[in-house]
């Protein structure tokens, strides 16, 4: 009975992703992407796109979807929709466009405020395509130096200093030379990198089965039998390092691109799949960081939507069943109401759930809405 129901989940779902991914129109083509333009050095002209001020009168009529937050997560959502031939609106309560890779100038020099570099936009890589679509090829990238990073550790004369360089084998090899006495211990780190880069699909395919059937496969232990990225996974990156070797300072090596969190409290596989994201090559935007708003911007505009600034949020709009079908955004002294059907928050769940939904939403979590 249990593995007839499993077979039905699995048919299910095989023939669920092969419509989600192949049965719909796709949003990205060859003949979107053009060669890229001369780079925008007026920076009246840039602030036109990047720090155009929220008014009632600018909104678009007819909007298919709201996106509150204009960083890359938000940006990248508008641009999809807005190819797919949506109108999309994108509010940010800051004064412009861009989240962290937005830039500021102070006495004549231009600074960025979150983005260093990007690594995997390799020709032909999937993230390469994909900053191709959403910008229509306009977005340049320059690579940098094989030596991407400097790690000191300590201060003074005690400091040890080490460098993290980028490459298919040169990466592991530098690495070696820095550590002789640990080579083992970065071969299998490597090989973690290596695993963890090859199925994060397998966690991915967890959330299109239904719940009931992914805890059955993870508490059962099947999952793991599938593949051990489903263990590492909850695997803390300090446990991980601690197993491999005692050398706290290539234990940094291995964890110092962490994100947010310490190593201690992250998952192995996400800080793996950091240091593994430079493995290709780092790239810089030419122009700096906010030729990537700059330009997505212009795609959103292209069909019909508006990303607008100084616009803070401060409300979603639910219905008594549940959806969301607007917002409200703060103006003067009165919240002005824009409406669409769909609405996309990029703010971070805890803002989006304790400041902007109603309270009665707060308290069910789980409770579906359009979103």
């Not at 095989?14 to 990205?28: E, I, N, Q, R």
């Not at 390799?122 to 993230?127: D, I, M």
């Not at 959103?300 to 639910?318: D, E, M, T, W, Y």
Request: hydrophobic fraction near 40%; glycine fraction near 8%.
């Amino acid at each position: 009975m249990w593995l007839l129901v499993v077979v039905v989940c699995f048919l299910v779902w095989a023939v669920g992703t092969y419509w989600y991914l192949f049965g719909k129109p796709s949003p990205f083509s060859v003949e979107s992407v053009r060669p890229p333009g001369p780079l925008e050095l007026d920076q009246k002209k840039r602030h036109k796109i990047l720090k155009q001020g929220f008014r009632k009168e600018k909104v678009p009529e007819n909007l298919d979807a709201i996106v509150i937050g204009s960083g890359i997560g938000g940006m990248t959502a508008a641009a999809t929709l807005a190819k797919l031939g949506k109108r999309v609106l994108v509010l940010e309560q800051h004064d412009q466009a861009g989240g962290c890779c937005h830039t500021f100038t102070e006495k004549g020099f231009e600074f960025d405020v979150g983005l260093h570099y990007i690594g995997q936009l390799h020709e032909n890589s999937l993230f390469k395509i994909v900053m191709d679509q959403i910008t229509e090829g306009q977005l340049q990238f320059v690579e940098l130096d094989k030596h991407i990073d400097t790690i000191v550790i300590g201060n003074g004369e005690k400091s040890r200093k080490y460098t993290i360089y980028s490459g298919k084998t040169e990466m592991e090899e530098h690495l070696k030379e820095q550590f002789p006495d640990d080579t083992k211990a970065v071969e299998e780190f490597f090989k973690i990198m290596k695993m963890s880069a090859r199925k994060t699909h397998f966690l991915a395919a967890l959330k299109l089965i239904p719940q009931w059937v992914a805890l059955f496969l993870l508490k059962s232990g099947i999952a793991n039998l599938c593949s051990s990225i489903f263990r590492l996974v909850g695997t803390n990156a300090t446990a991980v390092a601690d197993s491999l070797t005692s050398n706290k300072d290539l234990h940094i090596i291995f964890y110092y691109l962490f994100y947010g969190v310490p190593p201690k409290e992250s998952s192995c596989v996400i800080n793996a799949l950091l240091l593994h994201h430079y493995k290709r090559g780092a790239y810089y935007p030419k122009g700096g960081a906010s030729e990537i708003p700059f330009h997505i911007t212009k795609v959103i505009q292209k069909f019909g939507g508006r990303v607008l600034v100084r616009a803070p949020v401060n409300r979603i709009l639910v219905d008594n069943k549940g959806a969301a079908y607007g917002v409200t955004v703060k103006q003067d002294q009165e919240d002005v109401e824009v409406r669409a059907p769909v609405i996309i928050s990029n703010c971070g769940v805890f803002s989006t759930f304790k400041k902007l939904l109603p309270s009665h939403i707060q308290s069910k979590p789980g409770q579906l809405f359009n979103h």
